[in-house]
T-cell receptor, first 110, second 114 residues
Framework: RKEVEQDPGPFNVPEGATVAFNCTYSNSASQSFFWYRQDCRKEPKLLMSVYSSGNEDGRFTAQLNRASQYISLLIRDSKLSDSATYLCVVTKDSNYQLIWGAGTKLIIKP | SQTIHQWPATLVQPVGSPLSLECTVEGTSNPNLYWYRQAAGRGLQLLFYSVGIGQISSEVPQNLSASRPQDRQFILSSKKLLLSDSGFYLC?????????????FGSGTQLSVL
């Protein structure tokens, strides 16, 4: 089993729709969780951290389910500019190592 | 504000040639520095990280090496490139203090070994 698993997609979604995807992780000792966004042939950029109680940033909502060991990202009122690959990142129990998912590709269609 | 510079953006090298990729960070001191490689359809793979000048930790055995000659400079090298070294290389930094592991990336180098 991979340490961090994501559905590679692509998710093809009409503009204005709501889309959600999950990421599962295998290490129950993981402490920190993040969603990064990566455009084609560009560097990843931090989208948001994921907190235990769930958190929201504008149209984006992130949630953590420790019991089932997954995190989720929900995008409301999707925009064409949301098209990208979304990377799930989880820390190991050491203080530096991040484990990256391979990403979920999202395509927003007009 | 902090910025990270990575160059070149693209590189085509023959098998057996040497490699040197450079990364510099501005606007912060004592950062943690990282080199990652991203293969198509794969997650980012950590190659090296550094918590200080001259301190390099390698995550995977490979044909590459890293050096940190100055606090905000990180260099990825190879004496002889292999075909399997092709990929998208990313330099990144994070704050040394605290528990945050948020990473900030350079713009990446697309390396093609032919």
């Amino acid at each position: 089993r991979k340490e961090v698993e994501q559905d590679p997609g692509p998710f093809n979604v009409p503009e204005g729709a709501t889309v959600a995807f999950n990421c599962t992780y295998s290490n129950s000792a993981s402490q920190s969780f993040f969603w990064y966004r990566q455009d084609c042939r560009k560097e990843p950029k931090l989208l948001m951290s994921v907190y235990s109680s769930g958190n929201e940033d504008g149209r984006f909502t992130a949630q953590l389910n420790r019991a089932s060991q997954y995190i989720s990202l929900l995008i409301r009122d999707s925009k064409l500019s949301d098209s990208a690959t979304y990377l799930c990142v989880v820390t190991k129990d050491s203080n530096y190592q991040l484990i990256w998912g391979a990403g979920t590709k999202l395509i927003i269609k007009p | 504000s902090q910025t990270i510079h990575q160059w070149p953006a693209t590189l085509v090298q023959p098998v057996g040639s040497p490699l040197s990729l450079e990364c510099t960070v501005e606007g912060t001191s004592n950062p943690n520095l990282y080199w990652y490689r991203q293969a198509a359809g794969r997650g980012l793979q950590l190659l090296f990280y550094s918590v200080g000048i001259g301190q390099i930790s390698s995550e995977v055995p490979q044909n590459l090496s890293a050096s940190r000659p100055q606090d905000r400079q990180f260099i990825l090298s190879s004496k002889k490139l292999l075909l399997s070294d092709s990929g998208f290389y990313l330099c990144a930094w994070s704050l040394r203090q605290g528990t945050s592991r948020k990473l900030f990336f350079g713009s990446g180098t697309q390396l093609s070994v032919l």
